[in-house]
């Protein structure tokens, strides 16, 4: 196992290779200034929680790091951060790019339907692969009951929602 430096990912299990651990730490790294101003300023979250779910998204987005072929559902309460980080696209192009693809798509579910069908991989998927690199999921922000809602894609391996459920090649599955 690599020893990673960053306190977040202190408590990592798994073994990663040195590309993997840069990328992490320097997505842990990257600058959320504007964001945070953002969500605190113009959509009046609190300060102390809009850092809290900061630190949770990078979280997120460094399952896709750790974890390249799998795409990740999010939880409500940290994809309030993935919706503004959006916005900022030249942040949101950087942070795409560490984690390892051109754009790291954002996929809603617009149906309960789509919600429900992300549960097992939610739990089993985003909640077990976060436990291997991070530890115990705090549960305000990622709730052991179904919080899904956004699914990740960064489109290298054709594994978002969207390849699976039509079976379009990569390049079709993407530009929609």
């Known amino acids: 196992m690599n020893a990673i430096?960053?306190?977040?990912l202190s408590a990592c299990t798994i073994a990663l290779s040195a590309?993997?651990?840069d990328r992490i730490e320097r997505l842990m790294v990257l600058d959320f200034t504007r964001v945070r101003?953002?969500?605190t300023l113009r959509q009046k979250f609190n300060p102390e929680q809009v850092e809290k779910m900061?630190?949770?998204?990078?979280?997120?987005?460094c399952l896709s790091i750790a974890f390249?072929?799998?795409?990740?559902?999010?939880?409500?309460?940290v994809d309030d951060m993935w919706h503004v980080h959006i916005l900022f696209t030249y942040e949101y192009h950087k942070a795409s790019e560490?984690?390892?693809c051109n754009y790291l798509h954002?996929?809603?579910?617009?149906?309960?339907?789509?919600?429900?069908?992300?549960e097992s991989e939610y739990f089993q998927g985003t909640l077990e692969c976060y436990r291997q690199l991070f530890g115990e999921p705090p549960a305000a922000w990622w709730p052991k009951e179904s919080a899904q809602i956004c699914w990740s894609c960064g489109c290298?391996?054709?594994?978002?929602?969207?390849?699976?459920r039509t079976g379009a090649a990569q390049e079709e599955a993407c530009t929609a």
């Open 68 to 77: 390249p072929d799998r795409a990740f559902p999010i939880s409500n309460a």
């Open 19 to 21: 590309d993997v651990v």
């Open 5 to 8: 430096s960053h306190p977040a």
């Open 98 to 100: 560490i984690v390892g």
């Open 156 to 164: 290298q391996v054709g594994q978002c929602p969207r390849h699976l």
């Open 54 to 61: 900061e630190l949770e998204y990078k979280r997120f987005l």
């Open 106 to 118: 954002h996929i809603p579910t617009p149906s309960e339907e789509e919600r429900a069908a992300l």
């Open 37 to 39: 101003t953002f969500m």
